[in-house]
């Protein structure tokens, strides 16, 4: 592939995998057979609204955000991912339903597809899958995730800011900020005063 080193994006990926488990060098290799290697431009659509999800996204380089319109035609911003974060329409992967999350790229990006359906295959046959998808489950879409919704409810504004710039140290430095307030829900006006007063 032009201009893409892609051993050393997929040893990007091997070292993240390792958080959740440590795959043998054939299991990987069986990993990156049902993956490709893709840059995509800012401003790109990758997932829209109008189709199932078929691939996990991982970030080697980049930020990509998911986002959902309401009825009146509001963004929420559902998430911000940047390098080495996993993004994908989960619950149309799951359901192989059109998905109501859209995920775009924020900047320029060096992305790994992974194919789900074929991971869903190696899971029936190899162990390894089956313990990475848990562990990988049990802590980013139940942990993480029910930590995000009790933050959302208990924490005001400014923690959440404080909470956010935690995890995505550079981040605010990268996009407009008005995507991050969206995030957060919250106004610019409001994350500009918050920025001030941590100032």
């Not at 050393?8 to 299991?27: G, I, M, T």
């Not at 489950?137 to 710039?165: H, P, Q």
Request: hydrophobic share 40%; net charge negative; with cysteine.
């Amino acid at each position: 592939m032009n201009n893409i080193d892609e051993e050393f994006y997929y040893n990007q990926l091997r070292v993240v995998c390792k958080e959740y488990h440590n795959f043998s060098d054939e299991a990987f290799l069986a990993f990156k057979d049902i993956c490709f290697i893709k840059k995509v431009k800012k401003g790109e659509v990758l997932q829209d609204v109008y189709s199932p999800a078929k691939y996990i996204y991982f970030i080697c380089k980049g930020i990509l955000r998911t986002y959902f319109l309401n009825e009146e035609g509001a963004i929420y911003t559902k998430n911000l991912f940047s390098e080495n974060y996993f993004s994908a329409s989960k619950v149309s992967l799951l359901t192989n339903e059109d998905s109501y999350l859209s995920i775009d790229a924020l900047e320029d990006c060096i992305l790994i597809f992974i194919d789900f359906k074929a991971y869903k295959m190696l899971i029936d046959i190899n162990d390894e899958f089956k313990n990475f998808y848990i562990n990988y489950l049990e802590k980013n879409w139940v942990i993480v995730k029910e930590k995000n919704e009790i933050s959302l409810i208990l924490d005001d504004a400014e923690t959440r800011y404080k909470n956010f710039l935690e995890k995505n140290s550079d981040i605010e430095k990268r996009i407009p900020l008005h995507h991050i307030a969206n995030h957060l829900g919250i106004t610019p006006t409001q994350l500009s005063r918050i920025r001030k007063r941590l100032k």
